[in-house]
């Protein structure tokens, strides 16, 4: 039997989709210039308001960054979010903004109002996984969604979650997030991936062109069909750039109890 997961009623409501993009880089980057394209189809589809979009990072523009990531040497210094937003804005005469400031976990500590419906973290450690993890499942946070996506060199893989939360109440159809799929994902103590370097030809041997601009493109699809028909029958997918593999993360409750074990019995071995 296929298991679908439904919109929560009243999420496509009489405002814009609130869309939090947490990292500019290779993958926040790609995401980020999708998102307009993402915005006119929802006003296509009827509704109106389409989407408002902040994107975070206090990260600035480098020569390395030229190489594999939207970048001009004209934008070298200046500010990876600020650059984006501008030309996006310019572009397609939207008035997103841009927070050129680094995601910490009183970011998410204002209004209500201001929460983000969907938060799309776009960041490559666990220790900053682990930061939005802890703020997206504050019992009074209200975000209803977290799309995280990551990659290695030649492989990465797109989650969509609902964070328990005060909008997301514990249900069995409740969709899992990356960090309750894996938790190794935002295990800071495990250590880290080598941060990116200033060459760019190691830059090129740690993450291949591409991989990025395939994962955001393959999640925004995602979202497209979610936004579209209210449903979906998978959460996710891992894409290997090396055998040209892209397998979904089916919706299956099953899953998550495995899981349980599988960490229960981990935590018995220690």
């Known amino acids: 039997m296929r298991i679908e997961h439904s919109l929560p009623p009243g999420f496509l409501c009489r405002r814009p989709v609130r869309v939090l993009v947490v990292g500019a880089g290779g993958t926040g980057s790609a995401i980020l210039m999708g998102l ?3 915005h006119q189809a929802m006003r296509v589809w009827g509704h109106p308001y389409g989407l408002q979009v902040s994107i975070m990072d206090a990260d600035t523009v480098s020569e390395t960054n030229c190489v594999r990531q939207p970048f001009s040497a004209s934008d070298i210094g200046q500010k990876k979010a600020t650059v984006l937003v501008n030309r996006i804005n310019m572009f397609w005469g939207t008035t997103w903004s ?4 680094f995601f910490n976990e009183r970011t998410l500590r204002g209004s209500h109002d201001d929460a983000p419906d969907l938060l799309i973290g776009c960041v490559d450690t666990r220790a900053a996984r682990k930061v939005i993890d802890q703020a997206v ?6 975000t209803t969604y977290w799309l995280d996506i990551g990659n290695n060199a030649a492989s990465g893989q797109y989650v969509l979650g609902q964070p328990l939360n005060s909008r997301n109440k514990r249900a069995a159809t409740r969709l ?4 309750e799929l894996y938790p190794e994902i935002v295990d800071s103590a495990a250590g880290e991936d080598p941060l ?14 591409f991989i ?14 979610l936004f ?43």
Not at 196 to 202: D, G, K, M, Y
Not at 244 to 263: E, T, Y
């Open 36 to 38: 307009p394209y993402l």
């Open 98 to 101: 841009a927070e050129p400031s």
């Open 137 to 142: 499942t504050r019992p009074m946070h209200r």
């Open 176 to 179: 899992r997030t990356v960090s």
């Open 196 to 209: 990116p370097t200033c060459s760019a030809i190691e830059a090129l041997e740690r993450q291949e062109p």
């Open 212 to 225: 990025n601009q395939t994962l955001a493109s393959s999640a925004l699809a995602m979202l497209a069909r």
């Open 228 to 270: 579209r028909y209210g449903r979906l029958n998978h959460h996710g997918a891992f894409f290997n750039a090396e055998t040209g593999r892209m397998s979904a993360l089916p919706i299956d409750p099953q899953m998550w109890m495995k899981v349980r074990r599988r960490n229960r019995q981990l935590r018995a071995a220690a």
